[in-house]
């Protein structure tokens, strides 16, 4: 735990996360694992989709995505939406996503220990919360 701004001590270093693997995606988005400050949590895959998520991006983000499974850590995934328009999916793409879940569903779920979702929108952010219950 950092000390507390209010005792005195030391507020977080936000830069302290340096990116371990970073790669941009087709259509302006990017995708980083980022290293925790020492001893204090797990590494985190931060995907941001650019606002185009076509066939390409997928490709790369699955490549990606192996990078990081081949490591064989525990790591948690925050998925950070807001610049993406509405994903315009063919069924080839649906395809690529498919092959790619089906060839490391048990390995991407052996090692993610938490996913965190970031919506902004008041509306999305509802409907996310009437479909939980």
């Given at each position: 735990?950092?000390?507390?701004?209010?005792?005195?001590g030391?507020s977080?270093?936000?830069?302290?996360?340096?990116?371990?693997?970073?790669?941009?995606?087709?259509?302006?988005?990017?995708?980083?694992?980022?290293?925790?400050?020492?001893?204090?949590?797990?590494?985190?895959?931060?995907?941001t989709?650019?606002?185009v998520?076509?066939?390409?991006?997928?490709?790369?983000?699955?490549?990606?995505f192996d990078?990081?499974?081949?490591?064989?850590?525990?790591?948690?995934?925050?998925?950070?939406?807001?610049?993406?328009?509405?994903?315009h999916?063919?069924?080839?793409?649906?395809?690529?996503?498919?092959?790619?879940?089906?060839?490391?569903?048990?390995?991407?779920?052996?090692?993610?220990?938490?996913?965190a979702?970031?919506?902004t929108n008041?509306?999305?952010r509802?409907?996310?919360?009437?479909?939980?219950i």
């Amino acid at each position: 735990m950092w000390p507390s701004p209010f005792t005195g001590g030391l507020s977080p270093p936000h830069r302290a996360r340096c990116a371990r693997l970073r790669s941009a995606l087709p259509g302006g988005g990017t995708i980083e694992l980022e290293r925790p400050p020492p001893r204090t949590s797990l590494p985190r895959l931060r995907v941001t989709p650019g606002r185009v998520h076509g066939e390409a991006s997928a490709a790369a983000t699955h490549a990606f995505f192996d990078r990081v499974l081949r490591l064989r850590r525990p790591f948690t995934v925050l998925w950070d939406p807001r610049g993406v328009r509405w994903p315009h999916l063919t069924p080839r793409h649906l395809r690529i996503i498919r092959a790619w879940v089906n060839a490391n569903a048990e390995k991407w779920d052996t090692q993610v220990q938490a996913h965190a979702l970031l919506l902004t929108n008041p509306i999305v952010r509802g409907v996310a919360h009437a479909k939980r219950i």
